[in-house]
């Protein structure tokens, strides 16, 4: 048997809540907190000669001054929880507009430990979901008076933590500048070096590479003509994400520096530079400041440079050839070019090959996935080391044996630095527009800047042996085509 059941009409009552703040000691502060020194000297009596951990949030109004704080937690002598629910309950009972965090070391040292950096990470995400900005995280070391502040060690966490500013607080929570960084890293280099006893120069270099330029920071070791140049565009970059800079690492790079030490030796007798050299190709476009120092040869919207390898030839690691050192070594541009070129075929040798075979490693397999080796097929030139490999293209007769391979002309994809692809002329179906279409499309979406060629087609006519932009090849067989029709007309007319 069934039985019916009625349902009441639910009602949902209206609770009214009224939460009073309890205040005990008072901040005697008019004064904004505008940076940590005014922060201890505010909290300095409620937080002295503590013998635990003790957590305090400083609730702040939108002038930056204090409105009250709150104890948040107090902990055992090396370590003390912060709930994140604590560090909010007082700031949004008391309308805080930002909010400062405080806790102590008993032990007098200031340093942060691994638990204190991720409880700031996890506090900054927190503060950022509920729009309440963190202005700084301070340790101070009770007894020895020692202070640590993230804001002024470790800016990068808080720029990375994208919360807004307001105008009244700029000048504690300003932004961390480029320049900034610059000057901050070169400071904790200084420090770093004399704490280990090196005398050593550090001073600012802009870089220009081929597809690269960069601000970056020299640190020169007394009585060396050599050091690294460390890129301070990615050193800051890594910074605002992390808020972290490697100094001790940098400082290890210039201790290995004899090496570079040898280098400027190798390098100042042709000599001695002449079987290590290679050629490079790299677009013109981007380039022009880099090019206007560096000796070069202009192919298609190509430049072709030549530079130096430094150690193992695996390595990849080479310095570019400049006009300075071209001058110094006192040869021209044309034997340069053509010991490079020598050098490079007996380093890199190059290497012609079926793109599948060249994707599976398969040389000399007769079919691949069915396919027989008489169908047209994509081709790649590259080196055997892989390396720049598509400057292998410019060796003397490699495009007429591709040609030979092939069996006919083709178009060249210039796919990166380290490989070309060959298309025969009767697998190209579309306009050459068609193709740099796709290979602009290619180079947004696969490639890196700074690997990347050019966004146009090649062609190679092994008739003429002639090298030349895809649209300068059709607008020629264009004209052909008109010629000959206008001599079939005209023999028509006679």
């Known amino acids: 048997m069934a039985t019916r059941m009625t349902q009441e009409p639910y009602q949902l009552s209206e609770v009214e809540v009224r939460l009073k703040l309890r205040e005990r000691d008072v901040l005697y502060s008019a004064d904004p907190i505008s940076n940590p020194e005014a922060a201890v000297r505010v909290m300095k009596e409620a937080l002295q000669d503590t013998d635990r951990e003790m957590v305090c949030v400083v609730n702040l109004d939108t002038h930056l001054r204090p409105v009250n704080y709150n104890i948040v937690s107090i902990g055992g002598l090396d370590t003390a929880m912060i709930p994140v629910q604590n560090v909010f309950k007082a700031a949004i009972l008391s309308n805080a507009a930002s909010i400062m965090l405080l806790h102590t070391h008993p032990s007098g040292v200031a340093q942060p430990s691994r638990i204190d950096d991720e409880t700031t990470k996890k506090l900054l995400e927190a503060c950022r979901l509920m729009d309440i900005p963190l202005t700084d995280h301070i340790i101070i070391g009770c007894m020895t008076g020692e202070t640590f502040s993230y804001r002024t060690e470790r800016p990068g966490l808080f720029m990375a933590s994208g919360l807004s500013v307001s105008e009244q607080g700029e000048q504690y929570m300003k932004e961390f500048t480029f320049d900034d960084f610059k000057e901050h890293t070169a400071s904790l280099v200084r420090e770093e070096l004399e704490q280990r006893g090196l005398a050593a120069e550090v001073h600012f270099i802009d870089v220009r590479k081929l597809n690269q330029s960069y601000h970056g920071i020299s640190i020169l070791p007394e009585g060396e003509s050599a050091s690294p140049v460390f890129n301070l565009d990615e ?122 075979d060249a994707i599976l490693g398969l040389v000399g397999q007769e079919t691949i996935l069915g396919l027989p080796r008489n169908e047209p097929e994509l081709w790649v030139i590259t080196n055997r080391g892989g390396q720049e490999g598509a400057a292998a293209m410019l060796y003397p007769d490699v495009l007429e ?94």
């Open 235 to 356: 050193m800051y970059r890594h910074y605002l994400e992390t808020g972290e800079i490697d100094v001790g690492q940098m400082i290890h790079e210039v201790e290995a520096s004899h090496d570079l030490a040898r280098l400027a030796e190798k390098l100042d007798d042709y000599e001695n530079v002449k079987d290590s050299l290679v050629i490079r190709v790299s677009p013109r476009e981007g380039n022009e400041d880099f090019l206007e120092i560096t000796p070069h040869r202009e192919i298609l919207d190509l430049a072709v440079t030549y530079h130096v390898i430094v150690g193992d030839r695996d390595e990849g690691m080479s310095t570019v050839v400049t006009q300075k050192m071209l001058e110094h070594y006192g040869i021209s541009e044309e034997q340069l070019h053509q010991d490079a070129v020598n050098s490079s075929m007996n380093l890199f040798p190059a290497r012609t090959v079926p793109l599948m």
């Open 401 to 494: 044996q591709a040609a030979e391979q092939l069996g006919e002309n083709f178009y060249i994809i210039p796919s990166s630095r380290y490989e070309v692809i060959l298309m025969p002329d009767s697998m190209a179906l579309g306009s050459y527009q068609e193709l740099e279409t796709m290979i602009r499309e290619v180079n947004r979406t696969e490639v890196s800047k700074e690997d990347r060629l050019s966004d146009k087609a090649y062609h190679y006519e092994d008739k003429s042996r002639r090298l030349e932009m895809a649209e300068d090849f059709e607008a020629r067989k264009m004209r052909m085509k008109q010629k000959k029709m206008q001599r079939q007309k005209a023999g028509v007319e006679l």
